[in-house]
Every structure is written in C-alpha cells, then in structure tokens.
C-alpha cells in the first residue's frame, strides 16, 4: 500500500481480556517498529524486526506483550492480560532498512483504551 | 542509555515571532529527526539530519545539526497558526536500530 496501515484505529478492551494490534507496513520495507504513546508523552519504543534477524526486543514492557511478524511484512502485536496502564496509542513504523536516508513512516496508530 | 532531552516542553508564541526549539542527546549519534504531530494524528516527518553541520530548511522551519554538542535545533521564523502542533525530535542510537525521541514540544501560535 501506499503507506503504513494500521487496525484498529480504536479498540476498548476489559481489564483482563487478550488484544492484537496489526500493522501493514509499506511494500518493500524491511524494518517495522512498533512504538506506544501514552497520553501527553513521547514514544516509547517497544519491538524492533528487521528482515529475517532476530528482533529487538528489549522495549517490550513485560511478558504480556508479544509480537510476531509473518512472512516479513504483517505484524502483530498482542497484549495478553490487558491492565489500564496499556492504555495508549500504538503506533507502528516501517523503513526500508538499515540505511534508512528516507527516514520512517509511521502509521496512524491503534488508540487502545483498556476500561 | 541514550537520552534525548527538548526544550522548552510547551511554548506560546504570536504570530510572525521567531523562536527556536531545542533538542540535547548524551550519546553519539549522526542520525536526528524532528517530526510534527497534530492532535489524534500521527507523526508526519520533518527533517532528516544525517551529519554534523547539516541544516534543512522547509518554508517557516530550519533545522540544524551539531553532532560535537550533541545539539539539534528547529528554528520557527514569522511563524503562523497553522505550525501549531506537537514537535518531536528523535535520534537514532545507530544505524537501523531504533529512534529515541524527545518528549515533545507542544507549540501554540496565537493570532
């Protein structure tokens, strides 16, 4: 597609209950980040996968969340368990690798309210 | 643990003043972005700075790269309502790996 899809755009949840969030980065794009925004805040970076590697998963916040990425292009991020501090926006981006002179794309976000 | 540190977080300014936002970092990096978010938006990208020196301009925004002080800044010249917005800067530790952001600078432009 022409940019970074992401779905929900908005999803309410119960305390306790399993979420996925799904990105579809840009055709051709190698690296995909997820970050999360919390109200008021910066970005706080949460998974890295570039090509094949193994990701980067030293921002993930505890062992709730989890995030796969089939196939080299869909990711999905899944919250186990959700608690009302995973309340944010979920933002994915992609960039078309280690190089990066183009910079990243950011999709327009999962707002993920946990009540 | 790279850090990345603007200032100010929030600024009110008139049109057609001129104010500069900063943004310090405490690791070496060559690689800086400064992005806008509007609110309930995502992040639309600015500037890429990409070595020490570098400087980029688009209409009323400049931004500038000194990668010795670990400094970049956007610099908003004449500015108008319509840059009122939440600005980022964000650096990227080392190539590829991820970007660290600042915390935000939130600009309002009063008519």
């Known amino acids: 597609g022409a940019g970074v899809s992401q779905s929900p755009s908005n999803k309410v949840t119960e305390k306790g209950k399993d979420v996925e969030l799904r990105c579809d980065p840009i055709?051709?794009?190698?690296?995909l980040y997820w970050y999360r925004q919390s109200l008021g805040q910066g970005l706080e970076f949460l998974i890295y996968?570039?090509?094949?590697?193994?990701?980067?998963k030293s921002g993930l916040p505890s062992d709730r969340f989890s995030a796969e990425r089939t196939g080299g292009s869909v990711s999905t991020l899944t919250i186990q368990r959700t608690q009302q501090e995973d309340s944010a926006v979920y933002l994915c981006?992609?960039?078309?690798?280690?190089?990066?002179?183009?910079?990243?794309?950011f999709g327009s976000g999962t707002r993920l309210t946990v009540v | 643990e790279l850090k990345v540190e603007q200032n100010p977080l929030f600024l009110s300014m008139q049109e057609g003043k001129n104010y500069t936002i900063y943004c310090n970092y405490s690791?070496?990096?060559?690689?800086l972005y400064w992005y806008r978010q509007d609110p309930g938006k995502s992040l639309e990208s600015l500037f890429v700075?990409?070595?020490?020196?570098a400087v980029k301009q688009e209409g009323r925004l400049m931004a500038s790269l000194d990668t010795k002080a670990r400094l970049s800044t956007l610099h908003i010249t004449a500015a108008v309502h319509d840059l009122s917005a939440t600005y980022f800067c964000?650096?990227?530790?080392?190539?590829?790996?991820?970007?660290?952001f600042g915390e935000g600078t939130q600009l309002t432009v009063n008519p």
């Open positions: 981006a992609s960039s078309l690798g280690p190089t990066l002179f183009y910079g990243y794309t």
């Open positions: 055709s051709g794009h190698t690296a």
């Open positions: 996968f570039q090509g094949n590697s193994a990701p980067d």
């Open positions: 690791t070496t990096s060559d690689r």
């Open positions: 700075l990409l070595s020490n020196g």
């Open positions: 964000a650096v990227e530790e080392t190539s590829g790996s991820r970007l660290t």
